[in-house]
T-cell receptor
Framework: GAVVSQHPSRVICKSGTSVKIECRSL??????MFWYRQFPKQSLMLMAT?????????EQGVEKDKFLINHASLTLSTLTVTSAHPEDSSFYIC?????????FGPGTRLTVL | AQSVTQLDSHVSVSEGTPVLLRCNYS??????LFWYVQHPNKGLQLLLK??????LVKGINGFEAEFKKSETSFHLTKPSAHMSDAAEYFC??????????????FGKGTRLHILP
């Protein structure tokens, strides 16, 4: 079956630094990828839709200048959390769309000190 | 080990009839359980969630789900299907804690077809 990987699985950074999270579709191409975040015991919240070769579409309330998304190839989308602050600490999950099926990555735990 | 099983990959019901989408899970800890809906080419939308409060959870668009610990089930129901309910539905188990890694387990999804 289709596999989506995320790197890193866990990252700890200092406040004010930037962190990049990669989402890769390993055995298929995905023109569309999604980025979600989840707080403990809360639901997934869709942050943005990432389309290969074009700008990402952000959900209402998500700062596009803070959460930079780049979908430069059909197998890679990156999410960069710029000038991270402790309130950005969360679990970030990506998914990739293939023939209208959605395949999920394992998630990245970001902790900002 | 944690797992989520959606027992049906496809479900077809007639408009106006009840919907039942089945989900069984296994978890070592007290999990949070969610149902999401995905419309074509869209991201997931939360329908409802269970986080150890009331076992019968009411969600949006008339959906509800009952957490049954003895049966390790969290089936999604709706009394009367509408054409707009045609979509893919995901059952999700989430565990988080200070001293263990976050885990989020997705079911494989159930595609709901609504017949006119």
């Amino acid at each position: 079956g289709a596999v989506v990987s995320q790197h890193p699985s866990r990252v700890i950074c200092k406040s004010g630094t930037s962190v990049k999270i990669e989402c890769r579709s390993l055995d298929f191409q995905a023109t569309t990828m999604f980025w979600y975040r989840q707080f403990p015991k809360q639901s997934l919240m869709l942050m943005a839709t990432s389309n290969e070769g074009s700008k990402a579409t952000y959900e209402q309330g998500v700062e596009k200048d803070k959460f930079l998304i780049n979908h430069a190839s059909l197998t890679l989308s990156t999410l960069t959390v710029t000038s991270a602050h402790p309130e950005d600490s969360s679990f970030y999950i990506c998914s990739a769309l293939s023939y209208n099926e959605q395949f999920f990555g394992p998630g990245t735990r970001l902790t900002v000190l | 080990a944690q797992s989520v099983t959606q027992l049906d990959s496809h479900v077809s019901v007639s408009e106006g009839t009840p919907v039942l989408l089945r989900c069984n899970y296994s978890s070592s800890y007290s999990p949070s359980l969610f149902w999401y809906v995905q419309h074509p080419n869209k991201g997931l939308q939360l329908l409802l969630k269970y986080t150890s409060a009331a076992t019968l959870v009411k969600g949006i668009n008339g959906f509800e789900a009952e957490f049954k610990k003895s049966e390790t089930s969290f089936h999604l129901t709706k009394p009367s299907a509408h054409m707009s309910d045609a979509a893919e539905y995901f059952c999700v188990v989430s565990e988080s804690g200070v001293n263990r890694d976050d885990k989020i387990i997705f079911g494989k999804g159930t595609r709901l077809h609504i017949l006119p």
